[in-house]
């Protein structure tokens, strides 16, 4: 169901209301009564969780042993966090399987 964004012409109150497609948009603020207007929005992001939907899960092994070593020559482990520690949540020290 389709969440839209309406703001009153009287008071300048902005609210959201999930409709039906195809209800009628609303037309009285639920603060002060006057008319509404339905704002034009930019809709909703997506949200993926889990692997195989970040561009780092897909990289070559050639890649990733090249920034391994690029962070190597830096002095640091992990080249997001820059520890000198090794650092597991890195996705760069992933190993691919």
């Known amino acids: 169901m389709p969440t839209y964004e309406y703001e009153c012409k009287k008071c300048a109150h902005k609210f959201e209301a999930a409709q039906n497609i195809t209800e009628q948009p609303l037309k009285k603020c639920p603060e002060c009564g006057g008319p509404v207007q339905r704002l034009i929005s930019a ?8 692997s195989g939907f970040y561009a780092t899960d897909y990289r070559s092994a050639e890649y990733k042993d090249r920034q391994k070593q690029e962070a190597k020559d830096n002095g640091s482990s992990c080249p ?18």
């Open 80 to 97: 997001v966090s820059g520890s000198t520690q090794t650092c597991k949540k890195c996705p760069a020290n992933k190993e691919v399987k």
């Open 43 to 50: 809709g909703v992001g997506f949200i993926f969780k889990g």
